[in-house]
């Protein structure tokens, strides 16, 4: 999941404490046995979406996979979210419930899955192409993963978050695209949302400086479209895309090192 900037949308997040959480090395432990689940879980998910499958079907398939191997599904539950995954639909940008809809060829889909192990909750999110996709929407795919890779590589010990900001930014615009800025990945822990908020555009050298040991989850939100205004669903989740244009996400899981980081999803 992701958190939101807009003071709407502020119910997703409860900002407690502005500091950065540091885990021990037995939660850190947790981290990678919460992430091994999650990454198992989309990995096996991703060909699944396929045309003529459900959105509904893919969380479903999403559950039992987390359940038998110990995880709990982390958003369910999590205020009021009834689903195993958020699966957002071309325009459709964060937070889409999954429900009826079938995919169809050409669609791009956002599989966003939570984990809690032992209270250790991971967060990532692969965006796949149903069939055939455009060059346009291929192109889409493939830089927000860049971004995301390259907001991976800023991360080390004692740097600001704003690094990490200034290369998602740096490579989403180079490719031709806009991050949609109101979304936000986020610190994680023993909840979904924390401190710190980690923007997708920024200045590298601000921010909150980044310990080793916290975690957190990087999450490029980038549409191919001209504006970035998003508009909320009746249902009280699904955002999308306001002038109707496609938009992708991808995220990890990395916890802090000395030198680096350690992606645990
Ligand atoms: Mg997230
Ligand atoms: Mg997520």
């Not at 740096?170 to 991050?179: D, I, S, T």
Request: overall charge negative; aromatic content about 6%; proline content about 5%.
């Amino acid at each position: 999941m992701t958190h939101l900037l807009l003071p709407q949308f502020t119910f997703l997040y409860t900002p407690s404490v502005t500091q950065c959480q540091v885990f021990t090395p037995a939660e850190i432990e947790l981290f990678r046995k919460s992430g091994a689940i999650l990454r198992a879980c989309l990995d096996a998910l991703a060909p699944k979406a396929v045309a003529g499958i459900s959105t509904l079907e893919l969380d479903q398939f999403a559950e039992a996979f987390i359940r038998k191997r110990g995880g709990v599904p982390a958003f369910k539950g999590y205020k009021g979210y009834a689903h195993t995954l958020c699966t957002s639909v071309n325009d459709e940008v964060v937070h889409g419930i999954p429900g009826r809809r079938v995919l169809i060829d050409g669609d791009i889909v956002a599989l966003d899955c939570g984990v809690a192990f032992e209270g250790i909750i991971t967060d990532a999110c692969v965006s796949v192409g149903v069939g055939q996709i455009t060059p346009q929407a291929s192109k889409l795919l493939s830089v927000t993963k860049s971004a995301l890779a390259a907001g991976v590589a800023a991360v080390r010990g004692g740097s600001r978050v704003g690094d990490i900001s200034s290369a998602v930014q740096g490579v989403v615009e180079a490719g031709g695209f806009r991050c949609v800025s109101a979304l936000t990945g986020h610190g994680l822990g023993y909840t979904v949302h924390q401190f710190p908020d980690v923007p997708n555009i920024g200045k590298a050298g601000t921010g909150p400086t980044l310990p080793v040991g916290t975690a957190i989850a990087i999450e490029p939100i980038v549409t191919a479209g001209k504006s970035i205004e998003i508009t909320q669903a009746d249902d009280g989740w699904t955002l999308s895309m306001a002038d109707g244009a496609l938009s992708a996400h991808f995220e990890h899981t990395v916890v802090v090192t000395e030198r680096g980081c350690e992606v645990v999803a």
